[in-house]
Structures are given as structure tokens and as C-alpha cells.
């Protein structure tokens, strides 16, 4: 090109520059970026973070078994320790409040503190309706818990994870683990807000002032009860408390009395009492469900710091077997639902459908499965089949028996459309909404 005008080639090179990004466009930026880290003990760092579903950046303290750099072929386990309303990060190690630091150092355990805001209750933000940021579960979920396993040397499978926390943490706790059961072996509720639906610990009005603190009007978290009672439902453990089978469970709560071993005041402790009337309304619901379970109503005891200390120190022992022990995904495995889509242990499932509700997958397993909402759906069966061999499919459906043949993918999974029956035109559990269920009873069995 020694020929060509300089201009000319100047141009020439940022054609060839701009094809060459046209065809191989950059790799997105990695989610969550490190923004910094700083070790505050030998033990303990505190990571700081940027990811697409926070509108800002965050934080989240790590604390490392002792002689994690000298045993760099070890796995660890790991515990997810979240924070309640007010809180952050800084909560389960700050002097004066959790002792996590000092409960922890005998042990082979990696413990992780991410932030969830002053009043992020651990979930994506409906925010009225527009959606956006924060995500919540999104952040810690679909995030985290990938780049810790990245970073760190975990046991990653959900027979390595423990998740426990206090009051929004402990709603937190149970709501992740019933709505992604696969991803923990066990789960620790410490005074938590476990239900939703039971006064007065979490009227509406009394969420949206937690939420405030973040910045969120009335409404943020999963809109007006009245009108999006369904999705408040969706993130509520009672409501999914089925889901939960199969985990180690605990709830731990006093009952608001003065008269507790560490004090608290003459007064009664209307937040304890609150949280206490909910843990108990979980433990009847898991014992009706007859899904084992330790319920300890310690009896007179205010909403502080040294009640979960304890807490956590009484339940750490029993988390560590259920660590070393292991836990295996039920062989039958039963869901509820309300979005559209969903998945655990390997099972997905997809309803069209006009309006939010409950749908249940239960039973799913080697030999079929029944699934219970309205409209029509899809389901990929966890891999439990021999891959590219056929499949004889029955359909016990509310319009009668249909019979179908399908071959298991080169993974082993059937992909089975599911007829239900006419979808429900409004929002469950909305004024003047009639939500009718329809079930729709699934067998498989080899072809020939």
C-alpha cells in the first residue's frame, strides 16, 4: 500500500478495523466486575462489587477457614449468612452485633455476607410495575453464588451450601431456599419474617417502610397487596413451604417477653411477637406437610443480636453434618410456582397462560408426573432417560386420554407439552378473580 494516499489509507484501515469489530464484536463485560478487596483480618475480606441487576455497586464480606492458602487442593463448604432490615455486609462481623468471625473459626467452612440494602428484602424489585433495579435474588441468586464458586474453592452443588439469616434475612433465607431448593442442602431461620401473610409482623404498610429505606415508595417490593396479592405470595415460605422438602430446617424465635437471658427492656418487643406468630404459622404448615423440622420457641426473648448469636452458635454443629454428610435431590420431587417459568433439580416448566397464579408440579420422576394451573405448558423432564431412545407418553388430561410417543434428547431429557384447561382471565387471588385448577397426570414408560 506504499502507493496508496495516506488519507486513502488511513480510511482503508478503519474499514477493515470496524469489519473486524462488525464480525467479531468485544466480549461482554464480565457481571459481577471487582472493583476492589480489602483484607480486614486474617480471615475475614470484604469484596466490592458492580453487577448489571444493582443499580450501584455493593458489597460482601467473605470469611475464609483458617488454613485455607495452606491447603490449595481443599473444598469447602459454604454458608450464606444474610442480614436483616438495616443491616449490610458489615452486620455478622461488626463488634457489638454478629459474631460470625469467632462462631466460625474452628471450622472448614467458607462464609459469605453480601449486602441486600437497608429494606431489599431479598427479592427483585416489582417497583410498581416498571421492574428494573435492584434485583435482589437476581444479584445473589443467578450471580453470587457463580462468582463465589469461581473465586473461591467450594463445594459447588447445592449439598454444599447452608443459607441462614435474621429477621428480612431469615424471610430471605426461606423464601431463597424454597424458591431454589436445588442450590442448599439446609436453611436457618433466626427470628424471621417467614410468612408474609400473618399480622402484625409484616403488614403492608410495615414492608413499605422497611422498603423506604432504600428509596422505594409503597408498592416497591411486590406492589399493593391488593391488587398483586400473588406475587407477594410467590416469595412468601408458607405459600411454598412444600417446596422445602428434602432440606434441613430450622426456625428459631423468642416470643417478644422481657424476662430473656440478655435482656432487652421491661416492655413487651412487638417485632419479636410479630416474627414469632409467623415462625409458628411455618412450623404448623411444614408439620402438616409432614416435612421434618426443629421449631425452638426459646420463650422470652427481644429481636437482638444475642439471641441469633446463639442461635447460629446452637446451629452450626448440626449444618456442618449436614455439610459433611451430603444430601441427594428426592427422587420425586414436588414445586409450586406462581411465575410462568420455572425450574429445580433439573425440571423445567413454561405455562402460557393469561393471568399470574399458582401452578404445582408434583411428583415428577422417572415414571411421570402431575402438574395442576390453567392454560397449557411445557415440561423438560430433569435427565433421567436413556438419551435418543423413544418414550411411550400418557396424558391423563381434564378432556380425556392422549397418548403420545417422544424420543429422550442426546441429554436424556423428554420434552412433554401438557394441555391443562382454559386459562384463568384474572389475577389469583385479586377481587373478583375465580382461579380454576385443572390437573393434568403425565406416566412414562420405555416404547416397545
Not at 437476581?138 to 463445594?155: M, S, V
Not at 412433554?416 to 387471588?429: A, D, K, T
Request: with cysteine; aromatic share 8%.
Amino acid at each position: 500500500m506504499s502507493n496508496v494516499p495516506s488519507r486513502l489509507r488511513q480510511l482503508t484501515l478503519a474499514s477493515v478495523l470496524a469489519c473486524a469489530a462488525w464480525a467479531a464484536p468485544a466480549a461482554a463485560a464480565e457481571d459481577p466486575q471487582v472493583l476492589g478487596s480489602q483484607r480486614l483480618s486474617p480471615r475475614l475480606q470484604e469484596l466490592t462489587l458492580r453487577t448489571s441487576e444493582l443499580a450501584g455497586s455493593t458489597a460482601v464480606r467473605v470469611l475464609l477457614p483458617a488454613g485455607y492458602r495452606e491447603h490449595p487442593a481443599r473444598r469447602y463448604p459454604v454458608l450464606y449468612l444474610l442480614h436483616g432490615a438495616s443491616g449490610d455486609q458489615r452486620s455478622w462481623t461488626t463488634e457489638g452485633q454478629g459474631d460470625a468471625e469467632s462462631l466460625t473459626a474452628a471450622l472448614p467452612l467458607i462464609v459469605v455476607m453480601p449486602n441486600a440494602g437497608k429494606g431489599g428484602f431479598y427479592t427483585n424489585w416489582f417497583n410498581n410495575g416498571r421492574g428494573g433495579t435492584p434485583r435482589w435474588e437476581n444479584w445473589h441468586i443467578k450471580r453470587l453464588i457463580p462468582f463465589i464458586d469461581g473465586r473461591y474453592r467450594t463445594r459447588a452443588m447445592g449439598a454444599g451450601r447452608a443459607i441462614a439469616g435474621l429477621s428480612m434475612g431469615g424471610f430471605g433465607t426461606f423464601s431463597y431456599a424454597a424458591r431454589h431448593p436445588d442450590l442448599f442442602t439446609s436453611a436457618l431461620s433466626l427470628s424471621g419474617a417467614v410468612d408474609t401473610s400473618t399480622p402484625p409482623g409484616v403488614a403492608p404498610e410495615i414492608i413499605d417502610s422497611i422498603s423506604a429505606a432504600d428509596g422505594g415508595p409503597p408498592g416497591s417490593l411486590w406492589g399493593p397487596r391488593a391488587t398483586q396479592e400473588v406475587r407477594w405470595r410467590a416469595h412468601n415460605p408458607w405459600d411454598l413451604a412444600e417446596n422445602l422438602r428434602g432440606l434441613a430446617l430450622w426456625l428459631r424465635t423468642g416470643n417478644g417477653q422481657p424476662g430473656g437471658p440478655f435482656g432487652g427492656g421491661p416492655d413487651l418487643d412487638i417485632t419479636e411477637v410479630g416474627v414469632a406468630a409467623q415462625a409458628f404459622t411455618v412450623h404448623q404448615r411444614l408439620r402438616e406437610l409432614g416435612i421434618p423440622h426443629v421449631f425452638d420457641d426459646y420463650g422470652p426473648g427481644h429481636h437482638l443480636w444475642a439471641y441469633w448469636n446463639r442461635g447460629l452458635r446452637q446451629t452450626l454443629p448440626a449444618i456442618m453434618a449436614r455439610l459433611r454428610g451430603g444430601s441427594r435431590p428426592p427422587a420425586k420431587m414436588t414445586f409450586t410456582a406462581a411465575e410462568p417459568s420455572y425450574a429445580a433439580y433439573g425440571w423445567g416448566v413454561r405455562v402460557k397462560r393469561p393471568a399470574m397464579e399458582f401452578s404445582r408440579l408434583a411428583k415428577a420422576g422417572r415414571r411421570g408426573f402431575s402438574l395442576s394451573g390453567s392454560g397449557s405448558a411445557t415440561v423438560s423432564t430433569a435427565r433421567l432417560f436413556v438419551p435418543r431412545h423413544a418414550y411411550r407418553i400418557v396424558l391423563h388430561t381434564p378432556k380425556g386420554l392422549v397418548r403420545r410417543s417422544l424420543s429422550a434428547s442426546a441429554r436424556g431429557r423428554l420434552r412433554i407439552s401438557v394441555p391443562l384447561g382454559p386459562g384463568n382471565p384474572g389475577q389469583q387471588f385479586t377481587a373478583g378473580a375465580t382461579t380454576r385448577v385443572f390437573k393434568t397426570t403425565v406416566t412414562i414408560a420405555p416404547a416397545g
